[in-house]
T-cell receptor, first 112, second 112 residues
């Protein structure tokens, strides 16, 4: 089945710890995205990548880092510099400029 | 700052009625618009895409676009309790061809 797989579904972070959220797609999509959603809020763009080995900061990149070493993978690291990481994190991908984004099932991150 | 605005709701409609969800956008150059449905605790799911002025129908859903008024709407005919969800409107930003701007969503409640 083609799709976008995010793991884990739930993640807990301790103070001072970096954590990495996984996003893998087998849709052969070029562009991939990371969003953060807080309760009752819309989606805010963290980072996006249009092609392998290239990525751009979104609106709230501070405290986060990404890599795009393979077309199918776009992991997001939430660093200890991100002081309020509790949120629902969504990964998305799309095929071409005009096409809509499709989302993975999300990872819910909480602080211990 | 480019924006997409939606009334947060909740919009309550009786079962079988037409639900009308509205969205305005500030980026006059936006060309592509999308409606997503998001159930509580789940990730957004694409409902409709619309790229040109006028109406686009898909089953019980009709998307309407008026670029002169910078207005997008989604009509849901014969609303069902299973349609109860938050509906997100998104526009593809002209400031970066791969960036999308999301509204905060309208919560729809269909009353049985």
């Amino acid at each position: 089945d083609g799709g976008i797989t995010q793991s884990p579904k739930y993640l807990f972070r301790k103070e001072g710890q970096n954590v990495t959220l996984s996003c893998e797609q087998n849709l052969n999509h070029d562009a991939m995205y990371w969003y953060r959603q807080d309760p009752g809020q819309g989606l805010r763009l963290i980072y996006y990548s249009q092609i392998v080995n290239d990525f751009q900061k979104g609106d709230i990149a501070e405290g986060y880092s990404v890599s795009r070493e393979k077309k199918e993978s776009f992991p997001l690291t939430v660093t200890s510099a991100q002081k309020n990481p509790t949120a629902f994190y969504l990964c998305a991908s799309k095929e071409t400029v005009q096409q809509p984004q499709h989302f993975g099932d999300g990872t819910r991150l909480s602080i211990l | 700052q480019k924006e997409v605005e939606q009334n947060s709701g909740p919009l309550s409609v009786p079962e079988g009625a037409i639900a009308s969800l509205n969205c305005t956008y500030s980026d006059r150059g936006s060309q592509s618009f999308f409606w997503y449905r998001q159930y509580s605790g789940k990730s957004p799911e694409l409902i409709m895409s619309i790229y040109s002025n006028g109406d686009k129908e898909d089953g019980r859903f009709t998307a309407q676009l008026n670029k002169a008024s910078q207005y997008v709407s989604l009509l849901i005919r014969d609303s069902q309790p299973s349609d109860s969800a938050t509906y997100l409107c998104a526009a593809r930003s002209t400031s970066g061809t791969y960036k999308y701007i999301f509204g905060t969503g309208t919560r729809l409640k269909v009353l049985a």
